[in-house]
């Protein structure tokens, strides 16, 4: 039986300092089960403490998971594929828009801006999307990966990105179908997300590399202006040498009021009430001050 009131109750987690609560049980507020590793209260199961993750392997083909470097890595390389998508689209309309009129509209067929945007944005979408899934959360562009396994995570973005615009070929291919039979559905779902994911895969193993080669180059803190060079800014000694001249043994003080030479206390907590000796050195009183002249 417990005193109710044992201050030993109200120590907090494993013992660390006094009136803490305790950690609520089950029936407490919330309802919540004990935490891992956290002593609990009387009548609570103990819960064992979890076993660390154990790091990903960076040779690894699939890294499942999320962080700001695998984000910033899937950027780089699709917005790289995307830029390279608009520059060749750019350069080929300035091309076109010398013979025909980039505006004009020539029989059911679009103009030749809403053909470059379709071609670069819209029809490419799903596999930009894809490419960015698999690259943010399923095959990073991790710094801490060697290039060929970068590049095997590439293509399998890549794969990836294809299999997206076979999907969205399968919706639009069935629609397609009812008027142009079932060879337009082959069509939108085999050989238009092959002839465009193949191209695609490639450029995002050159814009992966660049991705990798950009989280991995070495990092300068913001606001700090190299200093190299500058008076006064000489780097210090990596190590001080020993010294070389040794302290010699501890000299005895002179005690107060001529009472000698007090040897210091090893404990340091009398101070020179104890051990004290007279030196010899010392010039003595007399021993009778009032009486006549010594004798010669």
């Known amino acids: 039986m417990t005193n109710p009131g044992d201050p030993q109750q109200d120590r907090g987690y494993y013992g660390a300092g006094w009136h803490q609560p305790a950690p609520p049980g089950p029936g407490g507020a919330g309802g919540s089960a004990p935490r891992h590793g956290v002593q609990p209260a009387a009548g ?25 470097n695998n984000t910033a890595g899937a950027l780089i390389a699709v917005v790289s594929l995307v830029l390279v998508e608009f520059v060749s689209g750019i350069v080929g309309l300035i091309g076109t828009s010398l013979v025909v009129s ?48 970068v590049l095997l995570r590439a293509v399998l973005a890549g794969a990836a990105g294809t299999i997206a615009l076979a999907l969205v070929g399968v919706f639009t291919g069935a629609f397609g179908a009812i008027t142009s039979g079932g060879s337009r559905l082959v069509i939108d779902v085999v050989t238009n997300p092959l002839r465009n994911g193949v191209p695609f895969t490639v450029m995002l193993l050159a814009s992966a590399t660049a991705a990798w080669l950009w989280l991995g180059r070495p990092r300068r803190n913001r606001g700090t202006a190299p200093t190299s060079g500058l008076p006064g800014t000489v780097r210090p000694a990596d190590a001080v040498p020993p010294a070389t001249v040794q302290p010699g043994p501890q000299q005895p003080q002179q005690g107060p009021y001529g009472q000698g030479l007090v040897q210091p206390d090893p404990h340091g907590q009398y101070g020179g009430q104890y051990g004290a000796q007279h030196c010899p050195d010392q010039q003595q009183p007399p021993a009778a001050p009032w009486g006549g002249p010594a004798p010669r």
């Open 102 to 149: 980039p505006f004009a509209h020539y029989g059911a067929g679009a103009s030749l801006v809403g053909s470059f945007i379709a071609s670069v944005f819209l029809a490419p979408f799903p596999f930009y999307a894809g490419a960015f899934l698999a690259l943010a959360f399923l095959t990073p562009i991790a710094r801490r990966s060697p290039l060929p396994t």
């Open 44 to 68: 609570v199961p103990y819960a064992p403490p979890r076993p660390p993750r154990a790091p990903a392997d960076p040779r690894r083909a699939f890294a499942p998971g999320a962080s700001v």
